[in-house]
């Protein structure tokens, strides 16, 4: 994953405060400058992929962080309610960033963005006469015209929903006769500035299509084609060495696991079976997105962040009240405080310094700036309870089995539910709760293997609740207070 980066000057690019970086060959002479954006709740080290790849191809690519994102330390105006404000401030930052990066090249000029950036990107050029070309991935963007911005390569992942496939297709068939777009058909004339081609990029979903080879390659050729180059180079095909090492350091958790400290004589937890759980897990799932349907957003400069974090604490008091309400009779078996604090702290360091550092060093920003890192401890008075109720309600001796993953399954699909309840001021949530089973069953895992080692809930549920206000501080867009 390091091997597409030699060769490379990779240098910060001051850009009116918009936080940038400049890749390009070492010792390579002027070329086209390609500035690359990424998309809603992305960061630029997510589009890093591309800039490697152009670069090697000769030129100069630029990636930065729109307001609201990553390490850029500006707030995105409007955030999803004033769609006016919020497109202003990302095509404003756009502008900064061309205009520190073109003058470095030849003073030819393209544009590259995926999901929200495709359309920001598109609309910035439909502005501009200066961008040669446009690539946009995963857009929609109803401006577009059938020779308006010049030489558009549209591209979409196969696995990705229906109504982008279709929006790629309207678009790339305003130049095609009948006006129906084929894959892999150019129309019109590059020479002209009116080429038009539909990518449809195979198994892969919105993201994968970011990492996919044939999406890098396409978007090389394509501004080759544009700028009648022919450069190409070593393509910055990183997915499926991303998933290795991300899978190789879940694995290496199972063994590092016995070496957290002995919490319990023997495992503890509510031992719940099938029927003692049910109520405790089901009522949490329908009563908490009806509760929490007339509760304000905005309280916390974190767009949604309040919402999600509002309703793990939710429903893990209402976990708690269930758990109370049908806890076992018996003695409870004494756990040692020492040692959960020890176990914890060593989980948390694993999961957000060992896989979060990875992450944040070849997927996305991860590692919060400071303005982000201050909503950690808030986030976590919500994620705290529910982990806490939820692990204790699924461990223990005589627990009914696959009760975790059901616990689990019901709370996405009480997210769904808030959602579907309330589209406009939640629909942010419709875009993580796909990422939601990954992140459950990895630290479901990272939960399992603490348990056994532990004989405690409690480490995994500490641990698991500051990985997730963590996570959510590093990624979700900040908006005004």
Same mark, same amino acid.
């Given at each position: 994953?390091?091997a597409?980066?030699r060769?490379l000057?990779?240098?910060p690019?001051p850009?009116?405060g918009? %936080?940038?970086t400049?890749?390009r060959?070492?010792?390579g002479?002027?070329a086209p400058?390609?500035?690359i954006?990424?998309?809603? #709740?992305?960061?630029?080290?997510?589009?890093?992929?591309?800039?490697?790849?152009? #670069?090697?191809?000769?030129?100069?690519a630029a990636i930065?962080d729109? !307001?609201?994102h990553?390490? &850029? !330390?500006?707030?995105?105006?409007?955030g999803?309610?004033?769609d006016a404000?919020?497109?202003g401030?990302?095509?404003?930052?756009l502008?900064?960033?061309v205009a +520190?990066a073109?003058? @470095?090249?030849?003073g030819?000029?393209?544009?590259?963005g995926?999901?929200?950036a495709? $359309?920001?990107v598109?609309?910035?050029?439909?502005?501009? =006469? =200066?961008a040669s070309?446009?690539v946009?991935l995963?857009?929609f963007?109803p401006?577009?015209?059938?020779?308006? %911005?010049? $030489? /558009?390569?549209?591209?979409?992942?196969?696995?990705e %929903?229906?109504f982008?496939r279709?929006?790629?297709?309207?678009?790339?068939?305003?130049a095609?006769p009948?006006?129906?777009?084929?894959?892999?058909?150019?129309?019109g004339d590059p +020479?002209?500035g009116?080429a038009?081609?539909l990518v449809?990029? %195979?198994?892969v979903e919105?993201?994968g299509?970011?990492y996919?080879?044939?999406?890098l390659? #396409?978007?090389?050729?394509w501004? &080759?084609g544009?700028?009648?180059? &022919?450069d190409?180079g070593?393509?910055?095909?990183?997915?499926?060495?991303? #998933?290795?090492? @991300?899978?190789g350091?879940?694995?290496l958790?199972w063994?590092?696991?016995h070496?957290l400290?002995?919490?319990?004589p023997v495992? *503890?937890?509510?031992g719940l079976?099938?029927?003692r759980?049910?109520?405790?897990?089901?009522?949490?799932?329908?009563?908490t997105?009806? @509760?929490?349907r007339l509760?304000?957003t905005?309280?916390l400069?974190l767009?949604?962040?309040?919402?999600?974090?509002?309703?793990?604490?939710l429903y893990?008091?209402? *976990?708690?009240?269930?758990?109370w309400w049908?806890r076992p009779p018996g003695?409870r +078996?004494?756990?040692s405080?020492g040692?959960?604090?020890?176990?914890a702290?060593?989980?948390?360091?694993? +999961?957000?310094?060992?896989?979060?550092?990875?992450?944040?060093r070849?997927?996305?920003?991860?590692?919060?700036?400071?303005?982000?890192l =201050?909503?950690? !401890?808030?986030l976590?008075?919500g994620? /705290?309870?529910?982990f806490?109720?939820?692990?204790w309600?699924t461990?223990?001796?005589?627990a009914?089995?696959l009760a975790?993953?059901?616990?689990?399954?019901?709370?996405?699909?009480?997210?769904l539910?808030a959602?579907?309840?309330?589209p406009?001021?939640?629909f942010f949530?419709?875009?993580?709760?796909?990422?939601?089973?990954?992140?459950?069953l990895v630290f479901?895992?990272?939960s399992?293997?603490?348990?056994r080692?532990t004989?405690?809930p409690l480490?995994?549920?500490?641990a698991?609740? /500051?990985?997730l206000a963590?996570?959510m501080?590093a990624t979700?867009?900040?908006?005004?207070?």
């Amino acid at each position: 994953m390091l091997a597409p980066r030699r060769g490379l000057e990779v240098v910060p690019l001051p850009a009116e405060g918009v %936080p940038a970086t400049l890749y390009r060959a070492a010792g390579g002479g002027a070329a086209p400058v390609v500035v690359i954006a990424h998309g809603f #709740a992305g960061s630029r080290a997510m589009m890093e992929p591309f800039a490697t790849t152009l #670069a090697q191809a000769g030129y100069l690519a630029a990636i930065f962080d729109f !307001p609201g994102h990553g390490r &850029n !330390p500006a707030p995105l105006p409007g955030g999803l309610a004033d769609d006016a404000a919020a497109a202003g401030a990302l095509l404003a930052a756009l502008d900064r960033v061309v205009a +520190a990066a073109r003058p @470095l090249g030849d003073g030819r000029l393209a544009v590259l963005g995926h999901s929200m950036a495709g $359309d920001i990107v598109t609309r910035w050029a439909l502005r501009h =006469e =200066e961008a040669s070309a446009t690539v946009a991935l995963s857009l929609f963007a109803p401006t577009v015209t059938a020779d308006r %911005p010049r $030489d /558009l390569l549209v591209m979409v992942g196969a696995w990705e %929903p229906e109504f982008l496939r279709e929006e790629a297709r309207r678009i790339v068939g305003l130049a095609a006769p009948g006006g129906r777009a084929e894959a892999g058909v150019t129309y019109g004339d590059p +020479a002209t500035g009116t080429a038009r081609r539909l990518v449809i990029v %195979p198994g892969v979903e919105h993201i994968g299509v970011i990492y996919a080879r044939q999406s890098l390659e #396409a978007a090389r050729d394509w501004l &080759n084609g544009a700028f009648g180059r &022919n450069d190409a180079g070593p393509v910055d095909a990183r997915g499926r060495w991303i #998933a290795l090492l @991300l899978g190789g350091l879940v694995a290496l958790a199972w063994p590092l696991s016995h070496l957290l400290p002995r919490a319990a004589p023997v495992p *503890t937890g509510a031992g719940l079976d099938w029927r003692r759980l049910w109520p405790v897990a089901l009522l949490p799932a329908v009563l908490t997105p009806l @509760l929490l349907r007339l509760l304000p957003t905005g309280w916390l400069p974190l767009l949604l962040g309040d919402y999600l974090a509002a309703h793990c604490g939710l429903y893990g008091a209402l *976990t708690a009240a269930g758990l109370w309400w049908v806890r076992p009779p018996g003695p409870r +078996a004494a756990v040692s405080v020492g040692a959960v604090v020890l176990a914890a702290a060593a989980l948390a360091a694993y +999961a957000i310094l060992g896989l979060g550092g990875a992450i944040d060093r070849f997927v996305l920003s991860f590692m919060p700036a400071p303005h982000r890192l =201050e909503l950690v !401890p808030v986030l976590l008075c919500g994620t /705290l309870p529910w982990f806490l109720a939820d692990e204790w309600a699924t461990r223990g001796r005589g627990a009914a089995r696959l009760a975790y993953a059901a616990t689990k399954l019901l709370f996405l699909l009480s997210l769904l539910g808030a959602v579907a309840l309330d589209p406009p001021r939640l629909f942010f949530l419709i875009i993580i709760v796909p990422v939601m089973p990954v992140f459950l069953l990895v630290f479901g895992l990272f939960s399992r293997w603490s348990h056994r080692a532990t004989h405690s809930p409690l480490p995994a549920a500490i641990a698991n609740a /500051l990985a997730l206000a963590w996570a959510m501080a590093a990624t979700f867009p900040m908006v005004p207070r």
